[in-house]
Every structure is written in C-alpha cells, then in structure tokens.
Nanobody, 125 residues
Framework: VQLQASGGGLVQAGGSLRLSCATSGLTFSRYSMGWFRQAPGKEREFVAAISWNGINTPYRDSVKGRFAISRENAENAVYLQMNNLNAEDTATYYC???????????????????WGQGTLVTVSS
C-alpha cells in the first residue's frame, strides 16, 4: 500500500492550496481517508476526513468553512481544498487510510493503518 501526498508549498495568508493524495495497493472504495497535520514542535492533529462511502466528512473546528475534503474513487485519490489560509495552518500535512471507518472514529489517528509521507504547507503572514 502506498499513499503519496502532494500539493503543498508556500502561500501568502488568505491564499489557497489543493492537496492531493494518490493511493495504490488498496481497494480505495473501501477505505476512509483522513488528513492530519503536524506543525514543528507540536503533536499531530486531525484536520479532515471522509468516510469510505462519502457520508461522513468531519473537520477540525478551526478549518470548518475554509477546508473541503473530497474523494474520487475512479482516481483512487482524496483531495483537500484549503482556502483562506493563515499562519496557524503551517504544517506538514499527511494523508492516511483506514478500512471502512465511520463516525467519530474518523478523527482518531490511531485508527488509520496507512500513512503517506507528508507535504509541507507554509503560510506566510
């Protein structure tokens, strides 16, 4: 199983980025996907997730209304559209996969079996 996150970069505050996570080696339609992030000196935190069936899409409170997660089963990929970025969003972003996870468990990093390598997002103020 491989997860490849991409799309990070340097952006000014108020700008936008779209992260992508390409997967291989798993039956993507049966996996829930999550985005987590880790800033320097801080613990990894949940950002957003989408259940395997697309029904559940929880978000971290601080990104609600600014970030949008989506999945494209035909492409075996998950995306994170990030708008109105601010300095607090600066972190390495990781995508993760968990088999048929739903509900509140989607926010728990320990439930995810597979992880990508991370993509760095830097927001300049």
């Amino acid at each position: 199983v491989q997860l490849q996150a991409s799309g990070g970069g340097l952006v000014q505050a108020g700008g936008s980025l779209r992260l992508s996570c390409a997967t291989s080696g798993l039956t993507f339609s049966r996996y829930s996907m999550g985005w987590f992030r880790q800033a320097p000196g801080k613990e990894r935190e949940f950002v957003a997730a989408i259940s395997w069936n697309g029904i559940n899409t929880p978000y971290r409170d601080s990104v609600k209304g600014r970030f949008a997660i989506s999945r494209e089963n035909a492409e075996n990929a998950v995306y994170l559209q990030m708008n109105n970025l601010n300095a607090e969003d600066t972190a390495t972003y990781y995508c993760a996969a968990a088999s048929m996870l739903t509900g509140v468990l989607l926010t728990n990093s320990l439930r995810y079996a597979y992880w990508g390598q991370g993509t760095l997002v830097t927001v300049s103020s």
